[in-house]
């Protein structure tokens, strides 16, 4: 008996340190794709270009990201969760090089869709590890897990990055990245067990794109969908892109102390999960907890927006414009109001069939980074022909909407 219980206890610190491995590759992906929060008025004065340009052009990494979901799970399948991820970690490092060495638009955009497509298995590498190993309960407990370590990388984004940035260049963060990629790998080679493939789907992965898609856009998703569209997008986008100039060209703070509010963001983002997780299920109203946050989200991007030089909120209480701090609280309620996402997996999993519940959730993964792609492209345009207060009205106005169709296509389900 003693020896089957520590050899039990021997395989669950294994399974421990490997899925720790693997959710370091998840953090570093956070990392890489929020570098530009602060860091996008050096890229763009070294490459010659506008800003909002240069901001439409960091789209392709989700673009890249997105479109590789299907194929990469499709990998995973056949060939194992190891040899997947060290491969994709193999590319991380070659992206995170070529951004880092790109001279131009051309060879940043290069380094940008290697980067979308190498880091867009690293979520989902630990979540399908521990898929096969744990129970459903502590599946629970470990995507939690998994994801609090991801974001993470978000943390090393904000004021540690904008150090590096102030002292070092742009160029740091991408070859700290791909630094940080080789010791991940290596952990990842270490650590991570082989296990044999499990050939569930033998169809092409365009096949599996069309199912997953066709399904995405049936009546019972339609509206999980749409919200999906728009939901990671909003804090995404916030977070990664526009947050930095937002909080330097309009509020007039230094890099660190922009990188300081973005990482107060990026805690109240790993905190709402858990948040409103105990609120669902104290209340067991899904629906309205969804509907209630993202609306309120898109209100406090409103407000946001009109605390600026001259807008309504500042003339409302009298100052030219709203002081720093009225941002941090905002950043802070989005952080958290945002974090319902996750409660869109359960719904997608309670309106679909058992068999083709996998396919709901990849559809709704796909919905996520497409919408982050989409909305990164639209709002450089809307910087470049209208300013930052409208991206932020914009992204609150396609929030509301998402949150309109969400609740026409799901009232027969309420």
Same mark, same amino acid.
């Not at 570093?28 to 602060?38: D, E, H, K």
């Not at 392709?60 to 060939?79: E, L």
């Not at 590096?164 to 650590?191: K, P």
């Not at 359960?346 to 679909?352: A, C, D």
């Given at each position: 008996?003693?020896?089957?219980?520590?050899?039990?206890?021997?395989?669950?610190?294994?399974?421990?340190?490997?899925?720790?491995?693997?959710?370091?590759?998840?953090?570093? &992906?956070?990392?890489?794709?929020?570098?530009?929060?602060?860091?996008?008025?050096?890229?763009?004065?070294?490459? !010659?270009?506008?800003?909002?340009?240069?901001?439409?052009?960091?789209?392709?990494? !989700?673009?890249?990201?997105?479109? #590789?979901?299907?194929?990469?799970?499709?990998?995973?399948?056949?060939?194992?969760?190891?040899?997947?991820?060290?491969?994709?970690?193999?590319?991380?490092?070659?992206?995170?090089?070529?951004?880092?060495?790109?001279?131009?638009?051309?060879?940043?955009?290069?380094?940008?869709?290697?980067?979308?497509?190498?880091?867009?298995?690293?979520?989902?590498?630990?979540?399908?590890?521990?898929? /096969?190993?744990? %129970?459903?309960?502590?599946?629970?407990?470990?995507?939690?897990?998994?994801?609090?370590? *991801?974001?993470?990388?978000?943390?090393?984004? %904000?004021?540690?990055?904008?150090?590096?940035?102030?002292?070092?260049? $742009?160029?740091?963060?991408?070859?700290?990245?791909?630094?940080?990629?080789?010791?991940?790998?290596?952990?990842?080679?270490?650590?991570?067990?082989?296990?044999?493939?499990? !050939? /569930?789907?033998?169809?092409?992965?365009?096949?599996?794109?069309?199912?997953?898609?066709?399904?995405?856009?049936?009546?019972?998703?339609? *509206?999980?969908?749409?919200?999906?569209?728009?939901?990671?997008?909003? %804090?995404?986008?916030?977070?990664?892109? $526009?947050?930095?100039?937002?909080?330097?060209?309009? /509020?007039?703070?230094?890099?660190?102390?922009?990188?300081?509010?973005? *990482?107060?963001?990026?805690?109240?983002?790993?905190?709402?999960?858990?948040?409103? @997780?105990?609120?669902?299920?104290?209340?067991?109203?899904?629906?309205?907890?969804?509907?209630?946050? !993202?609306?309120?989200? #898109?209100?406090?991007?409103?407000?946001?927006?009109?605390?600026?030089?001259?807008?309504?909120?500042?003339?409302?209480?009298?100052?030219?414009?709203?002081?720093?701090?009225?941002?941090?609280?905002?950043?802070?309620?989005? @952080?958290?109001?945002?974090?319902?996402?996750?409660?869109?997996?359960?719904? &997608?999993?309670?309106?679909?069939?058992?068999?083709?519940? @996998? /396919?709901?959730?990849?559809?709704?993964?796909?919905?996520?980074?497409?919408?982050?792609?989409?909305?990164?492209?639209?709002?450089?345009?809307?910087?470049?022909?209208?300013?930052?207060?409208?991206?932020?009205?914009?992204?609150?106005?396609?929030?509301?909407? *998402?949150?309109?169709?969400?609740?026409?296509?799901?009232?027969?389900?309420?």
């Amino acid at each position: 008996m003693t020896t089957a219980a520590n050899d039990a206890g021997i395989a669950t610190r294994a399974l421990i340190f490997a899925l720790l491995a693997l959710a370091c590759g998840h953090m570093l &992906s956070t990392l890489l794709r929020t570098i530009p929060a602060v860091s996008l008025d050096l890229m763009a004065a070294d490459f !010659h270009m506008e800003p909002q340009a240069l901001a439409s052009l960091t789209s392709i990494y !989700h673009f890249a990201f997105a479109a #590789a979901q299907i194929p990469v799970g499709a990998a995973m399948d056949r060939f194992g969760v190891r040899p997947v991820s060290l491969s994709l970690l193999a590319g991380t490092v070659f992206g995170a090089v070529a951004s880092g060495f790109a001279t131009g638009p051309e060879s940043f955009a290069l380094g940008q869709l290697l980067l979308g497509i190498a880091t867009s298995g690293m979520l989902m590498c630990p979540m399908t590890l521990a898929a /096969k190993q744990l %129970s459903a309960a502590r599946f629970g407990l470990w995507s939690g897990a998994i994801l609090s370590i *991801g974001n993470i990388g978000m943390l090393l984004s %904000s004021s540690p990055l904008a150090f590096v940035i102030d002292h070092y260049g $742009w160029r740091a963060g991408f070859w700290i990245s791909a630094f940080g990629g080789i010791l991940v790998a290596l952990a990842v080679f270490a650590l991570v067990p082989n296990q044999p493939a499990e !050939h /569930k789907d033998d169809s092409s992965p365009l096949a599996q794109m069309i199912e997953v898609v066709r399904l995405g856009l049936s009546r019972p998703l339609r *509206g999980l969908i749409a919200l999906a569209l728009v939901s990671l997008a909003s %804090s995404l986008v916030l977070r990664g892109l $526009w947050g930095g100039p937002w909080l330097m060209q309009i /509020k007039g703070l230094t890099r660190v102390e922009a990188g300081n509010q973005l *990482g107060a963001f990026t805690l109240a983002m790993i905190a709402g999960p858990l948040c409103i @997780g105990m609120v669902d299920r104290r209340l067991g109203r899904r629906r309205e907890l969804v509907v209630g946050t !993202h609306a309120f989200a #898109a209100l406090l991007l409103a407000l946001m927006a009109l605390g600026a030089p001259h807008l309504a909120v500042a003339w409302l209480f009298g100052v030219t414009v709203m002081p720093p701090y009225y941002d941090l609280a905002l950043f802070v309620l989005i @952080g958290l109001s945002t974090s319902a996402q996750p409660l869109l997996f359960g719904m &997608s999993r309670q309106l679909v069939d058992a068999q083709v519940a @996998g /396919k709901a959730l990849a559809a709704l993964n796909l919905a996520f980074f497409l919408g982050t792609a989409l909305m990164q492209s639209l709002t450089g345009a809307v910087a470049a022909l209208a300013g930052l207060p409208a991206v932020l009205l914009f992204m609150a106005a396609a929030l509301a909407l *998402g949150v309109l169709i969400f609740l026409t296509y799901t009232r027969a389900n309420s």
